[in-house]
Antibody, heavy 114, light 112 residues
């Protein structure tokens, strides 16, 4: 059974940092490009970042460029999102998802508030 | 950025009837390799999105063949024939032609 399990979310003050993790199982993680996609409460889907299977290609949304860093460890079947200088507008449910969205995690909530 | 525009905002369907959702892109999603990079997802209430259609007209694994995708270079349609209760949720189109990857605003499907 394919599983993507995110963790690391929570309540954080503006300007602080948080690191999300996504552990994959049930498929060959190292063969897939991976995304972080977020959904603000009551809103639609917003793509955040993409990393290719071998980490050669990395892309970010303009709204997070320079503040967020996507990375992966294929030996550990794990995707990461390091988030710094967090803002209230980063408050959302963060999903990890495979390249074209075949697989999605259950999401992890990040709330940025003082 | 490529803008994806969906219509309608919401649709109410009688079970057993069909429904269509439209999506328009601000730029052609047809790549020089002949593939049209538009995708359809369904987010059921309280759940994560799931892939329904990839590359405009290909049914994702495990998705009932009541779902079908079609379109041109910039205008796309998701058709659901014989709507069932399990089809309720928000439908999103999305493009993977170029970064940033973008999604439509969503279409909510409800049952009458």
């Amino acid at each position: 059974e394919v599983q993507l399990v995110e963790s690391g979310g929570g309540l954080v003050q503006p300007g602080r940092s948080l690191k999300l993790s996504c552990v994959a199982s049930g498929f060959t993680f190292s063969n897939y490009g991976m995304n972080w996609i977020r959904q603000a409460p009551g809103k639609g889907l917003e793509w955040v970042a993409y990393i290719s299977s071998g980490s050669s290609y990395i892309y970010y949304a303009e709204t997070v460029k320079g503040r967020f860093t996507i990375s992966r460890d294929n030996a550990k079947n794990t995707l990461y999102l390091q988030m710094t200088s967090l803002r209230s507008e980063d408050t959302a449910l963060y999903y990890c998802a495979s390249g074209q969205g075949d697989y999605w995690g259950q999401g992890v909530m990040v709330t940025v508030s003082s | 950025d490529i803008v994806m525009t969906q219509a309608p905002l919401s649709v109410s369907v009688t079970p057993g009837e069909s429904a269509s959702i439209s999506c328009r892109s601000s730029k052609s999603l047809l790549h020089s390799n002949g593939i049209t990079y538009v995708y359809w997802y369904l987010q059921k209430p309280g759940k994560s999105p799931q892939l329904l259609i990839y590359r405009m007209s290909n049914l994702a694994s495990g998705v009932p063949d009541r779902f079908s995708g079609s379109g041109s270079e910039t205008d796309f349609t998701l058709k659901i024939s014989r709507v069932e209760a399990e089809d309720v949720g928000i439908y999103y189109c999305g493009q993977l032609l170029e970064n940033p990857r973008t999604f439509g605003g969503g279409t909510k499907l409800e049952l009458k």
